[in-house]
């Protein structure tokens, strides 16, 4: 944890801002409360929005005056994404994004109390929810829930001690063993793509942590983002995130079935989010808060300085020019602080985009970008193409010559590929040895085009340990109204083909 000291009864621990205030420093705390409070508003000033017009029926118009307050209900041990604060207020992410649901719809939402992930599943069941902040759809839960579409997307990551290397063949390791959250819907998805994993299912993540940092579990597989802040909360410092998935979770707004007019309301708030503001909601990773500490037992003690300073004023006159001088100290503090907290915010967001190996895009960026791209292909009536490339044989690599030079081969090649693309094109790490690159403006042979000139350059390449390696690659143009997993899984087959056709080629689906 960060600890910044800014003078006399003030520092920074982390994201929480400490004052305290003494009664022989009354004047001068009361300046610097005020000035912090000025600071910290400003820092955490945000653009106010304004209430559009999301397409409302009349009929839901009427339902949602009708029905008043909603009931919100929320996992509370899933912070920073979603949770409640002490006082059993909605806090998390997800909150940021219900104060804008709240103005769009122009109706009040209250949080009940929900124990954990399970008694909020009950309580969804018997109707004491009328809406789920973040949730997975699935065919079991759509019996009692509606769906929006998906508002934010979380991919798995695993979380291991810094002495145990993860790659993704770990998971079909025989006898490996990995925890996760029970009732997670990732259990399905992880047993459908690794059908040999062992997953021991615990309560929480913090049980889930402790068992890896006791060794008991080889890793802990939960969502990106979440995993690393239980890292930091609970200072378990032999821990890391260190490798990742190529699953997601896909979080919607679920709403109780048996009043479809809630449900088609909350999908066009979801469908009017503002993506600026949605940027802004993920890159909020440090929040600073004020909290006072005064010792009341020493109330009479001040009364009898203040009266103490009528009297010698010689000794007040220089205890306020000392006083002066410390003031202007903690200003010059205080503006090295910001300065510090801006530069860490900046390392946070891209530590969040880019894939820590490579350093070029990582997962969550690339499907923030292939989202966009569709949106603006939608807008401009322009193609744009993917292309989905994945180095043949990259075990081989790791099994001669070890991970390490398997590690320097991957950052060859994506800085080969990086280099060889334009400038419009985004490439990021899709996950292992897999790579994706989006082709704005780029039709089905401009992409086959660039696929096949990648495909030469990696084959003339020589990678470290003077390997020659091959690469393949499928490619495919979006197609109108197709949504971001169709268009994945068609370029996933072309690239299979390519595989099964012999390795080291173009294939176009």
Same mark, same amino acid.
């Given at each position: ?69 909603? $009931? ?6 899933? &912070? !920073? ?79 291991? $001690? ?32 690794? !059908? ?49 998935? !190529? ?55 001040? &009364? ?59 997962? &969550? ?91 030469? $350059? ?5 990678? !470290? ?45």
């Amino acid at each position: 944890m960060l600890i910044y000291k800014l003078g006399p009864g003030i520092q920074v621990k982390g994201t929480v801002l400490y004052i305290n205030i003494r009664p022989r420093k009354a004047a001068k705390g009361l300046f610097i409360t005020l000035f912090a409070g000025v600071f910290l508003l400003a820092m955490n000033a945000t653009a106010a929005q304004t209430t559009d017009d999301i397409g409302l029926t009349q009929a839901e118009r009427d339902y949602l005056k009708t029905k008043k307050v909603l $009931r919100v209900c929320v996992d509370p041990d899933r &912070l !920073p994404f979603d949770g409640v604060d002490g006082d059993r207020q909605h806090a998390g992410l997800s909150k940021d994004y219900f104060d804008i649901f709240s103005r769009m719809l122009a109706v009040e939402m209250v949080v009940p109390e929900v124990q954990d992930w399970n008694d909020l599943i009950s309580k969804a069941k018997s109707r004491e929810c009328d809406v789920v902040s973040q949730i997975n759809a699935s065919e079991k839960r759509k019996s009692f829930l509606d769906f929006t579409t998906p508002y934010f997307y979380l991919p798995l990551a695993v979380v291991t $001690r810094y002495d145990r290397i993860f790659v993704e063949e770990s998971l079909e390791g025989a006898g490996t063993q990995f925890a996760v959250i029970k009732g997670d819907i990732a259990i399905d998805k992880l047993r459908q793509r690794y !059908p040999s994993v062992v997953l021991v299912e615990v309560k929480n993540n913090i049980q889930a942590m402790e068992l890896v940092y006791e060794g008991e579990v080889f890793g802990y597989i939960g969502a990106q983002g979440a995993v690393a802040f239980a890292i930091q909360s609970l200072n378990l410092n032999k821990l890391a995130v260190t490798g990742s998935l !190529p699953l997601r979770y896909e979080l919607s707004v679920a709403t109780r079935n048996d009043e479809p007019l809630l449900g088609s309301a909350f999908e066009k708030a979801v469908l009017h989010l503002d993506p600026k503001e949605g940027q802004s909601i993920r890159d909020k990773w440090i929040a600073i808060t004020i909290e006072k500490v005064t010792d009341y037992t020493l109330l009479w003690l001040t &009364l009898l300085i203040l009266g103490t300073v009528l009297v010698v004023s010689l000794y007040w006159n220089r205890y306020l020019a000392k006083a002066n001088r410390k003031i202007l100290d903690t200003l010059k503090d205080l503006n090295d602080v910001k300065a510090q907290l801006e530069e860490q915010n900046k390392m946070f967001k891209r530590q969040s985009i880019t894939d820590a190996l490579t350093g070029i895009y990582n997962r &969550l960026k690339l499907d923030e970008d292939l989202s966009y791209a569709i949106k603006r292909s939608k807008r401009t009536k322009n193609d744009f193409s993917i292309i989905l490339l994945d180095i043949d044989n990259f075990k081989l690599v790791n099994d001669r010559f070890g991970h390490l030079v398997g590690d320097e081969v991957l950052k060859a090649f994506s800085s080969l590929i990086a280099s060889a693309i334009r400038e419009t094109d985004i490439v990021g790490r899709w996950g292992g040895e897999e790579f994706l690159i989006i082709c704005p403006d780029t039709d089905l042979q401009g992409g086959k085009k660039l696929a096949e000139q990648l495909r030469k $350059r990696v084959e003339e390449y020589e990678f !470290p340990e003077k390997q020659q390696l091959n690469a393949s690659l499928g490619v495919v143009v979006h197609e109108d109204t197709e949504k971001a997993d169709a268009v994945i899984a068609r370029v996933d087959k072309a690239l299979y083909r390519a595989k099964e056709q012999g390795r080291n080629r173009v294939e176009a689906g």
